[in-house]
């Protein structure tokens, strides 16, 4: 399980959600980014996000595809 965490060292005060996806290359695309987390299948802090622009700061937990994401 451990190569399914990730942990994501913040530049700034946070990162975009579907940014995070893009930059990871965990989509494609943005417009892939955008639809996976539109139909439900994305978590954030273990409740599925819907919101795609959701702000992710030091300590939030992301879930996609398999991975965790620990933002730090």
Known sequence: MSNNI???NLSQDYIELI???KLLNLVESGAEAK???EE????????VEFR???KLR???KVYFNEK?????
């Open 19 to 21: 940014k995070l996806l």
């Open 68 to 72: 965790y994401i620990h933002i730090k």
């Open 58 to 60: 030091a300590g939030d």
């Open 6 to 8: 990730t942990e994501f």
């Open 40 to 47: 439900g299948l994305v978590k954030c802090n273990d409740v």
């Open 52 to 54: 795609k622009r959701k």
């Open 35 to 37: 639809i996976v987390v």
